[in-house]
């Protein structure tokens, strides 16, 4: 019987790429990102899409410049079938806010209001790296997966036990689970969440050939300019700045590694 129940735990887990941490995923990618696109096909309806500029290019080539070497790195690890369900997206939205985002799957978005802390390409690939790292970590599916065991108020086993169908999701928990959107009541995302998207989020953007050395730079700008108005996804206080800077700074030489394998 503990074997059968341990096992049935194991099946509700999977594990983070690059990282290992093992994380609570009860609904699975079928139900979560077909979600996801249709929420962010909304997203797109109301918002004002940048297209054409060179900002709105810069953003679409870093993404894909990024995406491209994130497939390279799973395909050459025999995993490439763990990015089967994603679809890739990258958009500029004019909208004065110091955010951006991911959707579980891919879906990407960055408000105008980030490029001036960004300053340039490189400042976009540190922001794309730690956004595409929530989705590759599936960070929103996990945070789907823990909401709804808080809410049942029952523990992962029992869940389990009584063969419940899983959480329903609606868009307004996508929203949430990507820290999506413009509001300021949006959920952070954990300390632990961030810490693991800063630093696969360096490794990603060393794949594809951008220096991760503007990795803790860029986070000095956003300190520098964020008096506590910008939303929880970018403010300088979760994780704290100097600890996000010296986690940086220790991962900064596994990152120089992939950085000079990719030229
Ligand atoms: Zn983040």
């Known amino acids: 019987m503990l074997f059968i129940f341990l096992g049935l735990i194991l099946v509700q887990c999977s594990s983070v790429p690059l990282s290992g941490r093992s994380q609570l995923s009860l609904v699975g990618n079928n139900r979560v990102f077909p979600m996801s696109f249709d929420q962010y096909e909304q997203v797109k309806k109301e918002s004002k899409l940048v297209t054409g500029t060179d900002d709105a290019r810069m953003v679409k080539r870093v993404g894909t410049r990024i995406q491209r070497a994130v497939e390279q790195y799973f395909a050459e690890q025999g995993e490439a079938r763990y990015l089967d369900d994603y679809q890739w997206e990258f958009n500029l939205i004019e909208e004065d806010i110091v955010n951006a985002w991911c959707m579980p799957g891919g879906k990407v978005a960055f408000y105008t209001g980030i490029l001036p802390v960004c300053k340039d390409e ?142």
């Open 122 to 263: 490189l400042g976009v690939a540190v922001v794309m790296g730690h956004e595409v790292a929530h989705a590759i970590a599936n960070h929103g599916r996990e945070r789907i997966s823990q909401q709804y065991a808080a809410s049942t108020g029952l523990s992962v086993a029992s869940i389990l036990l009584t063969g419940t169908s899983g959480p329903s999701i609606s868009s307004e928990l996508i929203m949430q689970a990507a820290g999506a959107g413009t509001s300021l009541g949006i959920l952070a995302f954990s300390r632990k969440h961030e810490s693991e998207a800063d630093k696969l989020g360096l490794y990603f953007m060393a794949m594809a050939g951008y220096n991760p050395e503007e990795a803790p730079k860029f986070w000095e700008r956003m300190a520098a300019q964020s008096g506590g108005e910008s939303p929880p996804e970018f403010t300088s206080t979760h994780p704290s700045h100097s600890t996000r800077i010296s986690d940086l700074n220790q991962n900064m030489p596994k990152a120089m590694e992939y950085y000079r394998a990719s030229k």
